[in-house]
């Protein structure tokens, strides 16, 4: 069965930085894409960040210019580091993968990807 591991959530205060790992284990075969959503307690999941094995990344207008999604292809392994962070950046971080490289779902979108890992929870104080 595969799995979806994140870890590197924590608190930080304004203008910090974290630095979040997503781990796929047990898969047969690799993911073709890999993202980044968060949510809040009563709203829905936002996409934050997506990449696709190539190497093509996009990112929420709402992150853009302060957080990196990458892969390590060969750990399946997805990383969302996040610099200069604010309040508004508190939830609870989730990885989300797919084998599919194409798909009718628009990236950033939660129909787009099949698997989903617990969640890390980031807490950005003022």
């Known amino acids: 069965q595969v799995q979806l591991v994140e870890s590197g959530g924590g608190s930080v205060q304004t203008g910090g930085s974290l630095t979040l790992s997503c781990a796929a284990s047990g898969a047969t075969a690799r993911y073709r894409v890999m993202a980044w959503f968060r949510q809040v307690p009563g709203k829905e999941r936002e996409g934050v960040a997506h990449?696709?094995?190539?190497?093509?990344?996009y990112y929420a207008d709402s992150v853009r210019g302060r957080f990196t999604i990458s892969l390590d292809i060969a750990k399946n392994t997805a990383y969302l580091q996040m610099n200069n962070l604010i309040p508004e950046d508190t939830a609870m971080y989730y990885c989300?993968?797919?084998?599919?490289?194409?798909?009718?779902?628009?990236?950033?979108?939660?129909?787009?990807?099949?698997?989903w890992g617990q969640g890390t929870q980031v807490t950005v104080s003022s």
């Open positions: 989300a993968a797919d084998q599919d490289g194409n798909s009718m779902f628009s990236i950033l979108t939660v129909p787009r990807y099949k698997d």
């Open positions: 990449i696709y094995t190539d190497g093509g990344a």
